[in-house]
């Protein structure tokens, strides 16, 4: 005799749950409309301010890894974590704090931090989980806070002058320097802020950061050459400084207007070239030094994804 439970139809396995995207529509737009006027001057100052001018291709470089893990994000089970309400609440209090102090890294932090916790209210930890590298990504696109500008820019400022001025003595190039001031026989050279290094190192930290990604499976490789990157930048725009005070004494205008700024840009290059050389040496380094375990060659691995 046959029992109620072979009665019964078999039961289906329990399926994720269905993406509401009149609720993802819903959050974004709400989102987009509450901080829209944060966002339409961190993007005006994307346009006039050359240190943040990599802030363009920020969002759109996220947006298309977070394109990329598609399948797998709509292959997880989107579970709400309801203490994203409170990170929404405490993101909601810094914006308002930072528009009462006129605080724009506030402000503008504030609106990552509510996009966390609108990711958190729709899809919970796992859906936050796959998008962790897209999203440590966002923060390049915030200009630094003027108290920490200031603090990183003018040491830089003295060191770039006073490689400069060892090296242009080493050329047997008479200068005297002054703070970030360099006497010429030709002219006095001032190493600006626009000149201490800060606009490469934060567009060479994020490139580093994207070429790991694309060309690299190992996820320690990509904090090893954001640390290169410091170094790097650092000694590049030494060589600029160098190189103008060096052209300056060939004729004085190859050290300002358009050549000026095509030499940022050479240097610039550069500069990313040996980042890719240095990214080559160590994975030279890593296969030399690595132990034979028979494990399958890394084209085989499926790539890593997120930055843990």
């Known amino acids: ?11 289906a396995p329990a399926k994720a749950r269905s993406i509401s995207w009149p609720a993802v529509a819903w959050f974004g737009i709400l989102l987009i409309a509450v901080y829209f006027p944060i966002l339409s001057h961190l993007v005006a100052q994307w346009s006039t301010d050359d240190d943040v001018s990599h802030g363009f291709f920020v969002p759109l470089v996220a947006g298309y890894i977070a394109w ?30 930072g528009m009462l102090g006129a605080e724009l890294f506030l402000q503008r932090t504030a609106f990552l931090l509510s996009l966390a916790a609108m990711l958190l209210i729709l899809g919970g930890t796992g859906l936050v989980r796959e998008l962790a590298f897209p999203l440590l990504l966002l923060p390049f696109m915030v200009p630094l806070p003027t108290v920490v500008y200031n603090q990183i820019t003018f040491p830089l400022q003295l060191f ?6 060892r090296s242009l003595e080493v050329l047997n190039i008479p200068v005297l320097r002054d703070g970030n001031i360099l006497e010429l026989a030709s002219q006095k050279l001032s190493v600006a802020e626009a000149c201490s290094g800060i606009r490469s190192l934060l567009s060479l930290s994020f490139l580093s950061l994207v070429y790991a990604y694309f060309f690299d499976r190992k996820v320690w490789m990509r904090w090893v050459l954001l640390i290169a990157t ?5 000694i590049a725009n030494s060589a600029r400084v160098t190189l103008t005070g060096v052209f300056s004494e060939i004729d004085p205008s190859l050290a300002e207007g358009f050549f000026h700024e095509a030499e940022g840009w050479v240097i610039f290059v550069v500069a990313l070239v040996i980042l890719v050389v240095v990214h080559q040496v160590l994975n030279f380094l890593y296969r030399r030094l690595r132990p034979e375990t028979g494990i399958p060659s890394e084209p085989n691995v499926p790539k890593e994804q997120g930055l843990a």
Do not use: N
């Open 160 to 165: 770039a002058s006073a490689v400069a001025e």
């Open 1 to 11: 005799m046959a029992t109620l439970a072979d009665k019964l139809p078999e039961q």
């Open 68 to 97: 990329q893990r598609r399948e797998k994000l709509l292959g997880i089970e989107w579970k709400p974590a309801w203490w994203g309400v409170a990170l929404l609440i405490w993101a909601g209090l810094q914006a308002y704090l």
């Open 230 to 234: 410091i170094p790097i930048a650092i």
